[in-house]
C-alpha cells in the first residue's frame, strides 16, 4: 500500500468502514465499529483508512491480506 500524507479524521474512517460494509467478513466489521466507538492515534486511523480502501476491489488474497492486519491492528492498539 502506499503512503499518504493526508490525516483521515474517524469520521473518515466510519465513513470508509460503512462504504465497505458489505464486502468485510462481519465478525470483522462488527470488531471494527466497537474498535472505532474508542478515540485512536492519528497513526492508527491513517492505517486502517488505508486497509479499507479500496477493499472491495482488491484480491481474495489481498483481502485475506487485509484482514489479518486489521485484526493485528486492533489487537495491538486496544
Same mark, same amino acid.
Given at each position: 500500500?502506499?503512503?499518504? =500524507? !493526508? ?9 470508509? @468502514? +460503512?462504504?465497505?460494509?458489505?464486502? &468485510? ?7 471494527? =465499529? !466497537? ?9 492508527? @486511523? +491513517?492505517?486502517?483508512?488505508?486497509? &479499507? ?19 493485528? @491492528? ?5
Amino acid at each position: 500500500m502506499s503512503t499518504c =500524507n !493526508l490525516n483521515h479524521s474517524q469520521q473518515d474512517v466510519n465513513l470508509k @468502514l +460503512n462504504a465497505q460494509l458489505e464486502f &468485510l467478513p462481519p465478525t470483522l466489521s462488527q470488531a471494527l =465499529n !466497537l474498535f472505532l466507538d474508542n478515540d485512536h492515534s492519528q497513526e492508527t @486511523l +491513517n492505517e486502517l483508512f488505508h486497509l &479499507l480502501k479500496k477493499y472491495d476491489l482488491s484480491s481474495k488474497e489481498e483481502q485475506q491480506s487485509r484482514n489479518q492486519k486489521m485484526n493485528h @491492528l486492533m489487537l495491538e492498539r486496544e
